[in-house]
């Protein structure tokens, strides 16, 4: 069948049609490409590099919370950003799971390996009495700087410190490595110590270091209570189907990278069990059973986003 006199016939026209849309898709996907590879690359920077654009970027909403006196006795915005999505929630998330897992007294000495922007420290001044006590060290000095105005001001009892250890993504100059750290604190310090989202940014020499210290200055019945990113075959199984929200991959024996570059853990780093387990078992921690699983992996039933360990001074 044609079309009037002159004109194209219809597959013609279907065909104009059709090369029209494929140069739209072609320029779309020459814009797209550029932008995702640039989103890709800020994804990927350094958070140290990236505080200085989000401190700007928040600074208009943050002296708006000033001259309306909100926030709530908040970091600024930049600096939650700096720790992770849901300040308040997951502080209080934690809050129980210290109790509930980690049997927190009020009267216990507390230590926080990788304090931040005090996203678990402020819930805890809601806990702790005054024969309790908190401390706190990170490597970010403008986290610290602000829990110690904040926080450490109007309760005597939370001491917080800045640790000059070296990481890639959040502090590349530091003057100490990692794997040599000495925690700052006098063997059997505490009741119960807890590190955030902080194996979970360590490559394998710097994370049995800090299991180590952390072994160190623990009580005889003391509490650590640290996550992970544990594979187990259950998680290697959902990360082969792609089922969780993060593409790990394994790049050295037991040490799956989310970067997929050997060696380049301090984005994320997830280690397979038994691996983890060895650190522990080497460092004199003796784990509680069950480990708490969690949801990055995609399970169904998970206890919270990462894995869960509870381990006291083993002997």
């Not at 059709?18 to 958070?47: D, F, H, M, Q, V």
């Not at 200085?52 to 600074?59: D, L």
């Not at 640790?163 to 502090?171: E, K, S």
């Not at 990360?239 to 037991?254: I, K, N, Q, V, Y």
Request: positive net charge; aromatic residues 10%; hydrophobic residues 45%.
């Amino acid at each position: 069948m044609t079309a009037r006199s002159g004109g194209p016939t219809i597959g013609a026209r279907e065909r104009t049609i059709a090369t029209s849309r494929r140069r739209e898709t072609r320029a779309a996907r020459l814009l797209k490409s550029p932008l995702r590879s640039a989103a890709r690359r800020w994804r990927y920077l350094p958070s140290a590099s990236k505080a200085p654009v989000w401190r700007a970027v928040f600074a208009p909403l943050d002296a708006l919370d000033r001259v309306r006196g909100a926030g709530g006795g908040l970091p600024p915005r930049w600096l939650r950003f700096l720790v992770g999505d849901n300040y308040e929630g997951v502080g209080r998330e934690f809050l129980g799971l210290f109790q509930r897992l980690g049997h927190l007294g009020p009267d216990d000495a507390v230590l926080d390996i990788g304090c931040g922007a005090g996203r678990m420290a402020l819930p805890l001044t809601t806990l702790l009495s005054a024969r309790g006590s908190y401390d706190g060290f990170d490597i970010v000095p403008a986290a610290v700087a602000w829990c110690t105005r904040n926080i450490g001001r109007r309760h005597a009892n939370f001491r917080f410190r800045t640790l000059d250890v070296r990481n890639d993504r959040y502090n590349p100059r530091g003057a100490l490595a990692a794997h040599e750290v000495t925690f700052p604190y006098p063997d059997a310090s505490f009741d119960f110590a807890f590190a955030s989202s902080v194996f979970t940014h360590l490559g394998p020499a710097e994370a049995r270091r800090y299991l180590a210290e952390a072994r160190r200055v623990l009580r005889p019945g003391g509490r650590l209570l640290a996550t992970f990113f544990l594979v187990d075959p259950e998680a290697r199984a959902l990360m082969a189907a792609a089922a969780g929200s993060l593409a790990f991959r394994e790049t050295a024996p037991g040490v799956h990278t989310l970067l997929h570059r050997a060696g380049d853990v301090h984005f994320a780093v997830a280690v397979d069990e038994d691996l983890a387990r060895a650190w522990l078992a080497e460092a004199g921690l003796r784990v509680h059973e069950p480990v708490h699983r969690g949801a990055w992996c995609g399970r169904a039933e998970h206890v919270s986003y990462q894995d869960i360990v509870v381990a006291s001074p083993s002997g």
